[in-house]
């Protein structure tokens, strides 16, 4: 599958892409130019996310199209334009003002996928104060502990999740001066307000004050799929990164449909799901309910969804289901189809064609790069199973750490190593929160050393190998898990596969994969052992799995990536650590 290839021919692609020549734009592209794609603040007074993403799109003529297409849980529809948005984020940003909320103070966000959430995300960006989206599933500690490390000041929720998971820990949170909730709030709680009473009733007028570009904006912690989550603080100058991504990674043009699945608890939800699409003036799809196949693909149908940006783990689901299920709706509209988050197996890049009539468009980045940093491009091949190439503006190598702690670039093609970008770019991390060493240590001789492990073809894609932390020795082979994994999920009763590392006195460690089927398929001794055969004939003995154990599922972050580290600690019986993304849990 490693050898196929998808050809584009981008002069029959319609609208043409916007990027049409890769390697005439990297080599004239900088950012000073893409930061031309923005406005900035009238005045010369800065730049404001909140700005480029809502309020000069009405001195471009959009005050009157729609920003932000909502569809409630029970089928509840709401519209709000640009000129809707840019009111209503007035008004969030004046009621923190009559709060006494100052510049750089922190709004933590915790709700579900409501147009409240959108519009306090905007609207405190407005009042340059930083924002820390949550996923509303999370638990108390985690809440706690998010809110407690990054200082929050107020907390904007739903009178339900207040009840029930923010109350209890209000005297843990003395900095918590105000509680917003969307909804009724409680009589007689000092410091809660409802957002009816303090944001309906506040004036929409709002001059948004000098922003300079390195001034904080986001707070967003990891997704702690390999430990505990790192609160990594990103600026306003990200919206070039998040503008000019939009552009050449998702090819978004001005009439597009916009659907970015993620929640904004995630970094994707944020700079996908809210900033990149309105700050490119499309209309943006925004669905308050959870996965579920048939409901996603009626939204993909009704809504004429153009550019679809989702994740591998509900793809694999999707797959589950099989092609049939996708045919059966009417998807003209449906131009180009995008991937972040975890590796995507080259199975899936290509189910996306027998399904959709059209590929999955694997890109990467993390929480830490703020925006898409590799990207199969709507105009060159796709070579499935890769992550695809640098976006313009962007050096990415692959490196090998020296004993003193210096990097070497590894020249040739086809050399596993560490994935590094060379710094600096828009958006990427100014540091992560209380953690300065971790932050200094994440970078040597000029590049920021990403913790994965990737290679480089001739042909400059990158290939992503595995987590450095994943990685399986195995009687002095290097194994990653993605090749292992990919090759499980070639067998047709295989919906999802994870494998660890085992400590194994005589090899190093031994590959162990944990597998969960697609309905219809029985686990048991003869499938265990016909998977054992599969992979060793794809992969060969040395780098197939000696075990393989049955799961009805397999442990995820929020965020939707197989949590590996968790298999392998419950497997050798070894502490969970922090479990506070976790969300299935088969145990
Ligand atoms: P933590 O850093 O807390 O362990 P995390 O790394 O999963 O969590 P994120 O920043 O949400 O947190 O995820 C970024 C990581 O996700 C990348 O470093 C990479 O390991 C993985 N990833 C993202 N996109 C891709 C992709 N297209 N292919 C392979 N891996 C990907
Ligand atoms: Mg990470």
Not at 40 to 48: I, K, M, S, T, W
Not at 59 to 74: M, Y
Not at 261 to 284: E, F, N, Q, R
Not at 462 to 474: N, P, Q, T, Y
Request: proline share 7%.
């Amino acid at each position: 599958m490693t050898g196929s290839r998808i050809t584009k021919r981008p002069g029959n692609l319609s609208p043409l892409p916007n990027l049409r020549d890769y390697e005439g734009t990297c080599s004239t592209f900088s950012w000073d130019q893409a930061a031309r794609l923005l406005d900035g603040l009238p005045g010369g007074a800065g730049l404001n996310i909140c700005h480029e993403a809502v309020d000069r799109h009405l001195r471009h003529g959009r005050g009157g199209k729609t920003a932000l297409r909502w569809l409630g849980k029970g089928g509840e529809r709401r519209e709000l334009t640009y000129g809707d948005l840019s009111l209503a984020t007035g008004r969030f940003a004046n009621a923190l003002g009559s709060l006494g909320v100052q510049p750089g103070e922190r709004v933590f966000l915790l709700m579900g996928r409501l147009p409240e959430l959108y519009v306090a995300l905007l609207g405190a960006l407005k009042a340059r104060c930083v924002v820390t989206p949550l996923f509303s599933a999370f638990g108390p500690e985690p809440i706690a502990m998010r809110a407690e490390l990054g200082d929050a000041r107020v907390l904007v929720t739903t009178p339900e999740l207040y009840q029930r998971k923010v109350r209890g820990l209000r005297a843990r949170l003395p900095g918590l001066k105000h509680v917003i909730l969307v909804g009724e709030p409680p009589a007689g709680e000092p410091g809660v307000q409802g957002w009816d009473a303090l944001v309906g009733s506040a004036s929409s007028d709002y001059v948004i004050g000098p922003t300079d570009p390195e001034s904080l904006a986001l707070l967003h912690f990891t997704s702690g799929t390999t430990g505990r989550p790192k609160g990594a603080m990103h600026v306003h100058g990200a919206v070039v990164a998040h503008a000019a991504t939009a552009l050449y990674a998702l090819d978004l043009h001005d009439d597009d449909i916009f659907w970015c699945t993620a929640d904004p608890g995630w970094v994707t939800g944020t700079s996908y799901g809210v900033i990149a699409p309105l700050v490119t003036g499309v209309t943006s799809v925004v669905a308050e309910a959870e996965f579920d196949a048939q409901t996603w693909y009626g939204v993909l149908e009704r809504e004429k969804v153009s550019v679809w940006y989702t994740a591998p783990t509900a793809i694999r689901m999707m797959m589950k289901l099989g092609a049939d299920a996708v045919r059966a709706y009417k998807l003209p509209a449906l131009r180009f189809m995008a991937s972040v988050g975890e590796p995507l197996n080259p199975e899936a890049v290509v189910w996306g064609q027998e399904a959709f009539g059209l590929p999955f468009h694997d890109n990467w980045w993390q929480t830490e790069t703020g925006g898409i940093m590799i990207a199969n491009f709507p105009a060159l091949d796709i070579k499935p199973g890769s992550m695809g190439r640098p976006l313009p503006g962007i050096t990415a190598a692959i490196v090998q750490r020296r004993a003193d702690a210096s990097v070497q670039v590894v020249a040739e093609p086809g050399i596993d190593g560490e994935l590094a970008l060379k710094v600096p770019w828009p958006s990427m991390m100014r540091g992560y929160l209380h953690e300065d060493e971790r932050y200094r240590k994440c970078f040597a001789g000029g590049w920021y050393l990403t913790g994965d492990l990737a290679r480089r073809d001739e042909d400059g894609y990158f290939w992503f190998v595995g987590r450095a932390d994943d990685v399986i020795k195995s009687a002095g082979h290097l194994i990653g898990p993605f090749e292992v994994e990919s090759a499980l999920l070639e067998h047709p009763a295989v919906a999802e596969a994870a494998v660890i590392g085992k400590p194994d006195p005589i090899v190093g460690e031994v590959v162990k994969a944990f597998v969960a089927l697609k309905p219809g398929f029985e686990a048991g001794e003869a499938l265990r052992r016909e998977l054992l055969g599969h992979a060793r004939k794809r992969l060969g003995a040395a780098v197939a799995p000696k075990e393989i154990d049955f799961r009805a599922n397999l442990p995820k972050t929020r965020s939707g990536k197989i949590m590996r580290r968790l298999l392998k600690a419950r497997e050798l019986g070894l502490p969970e650590g922090d479990l506070s993304t976790l969300e299935s849990d088969e145990k």
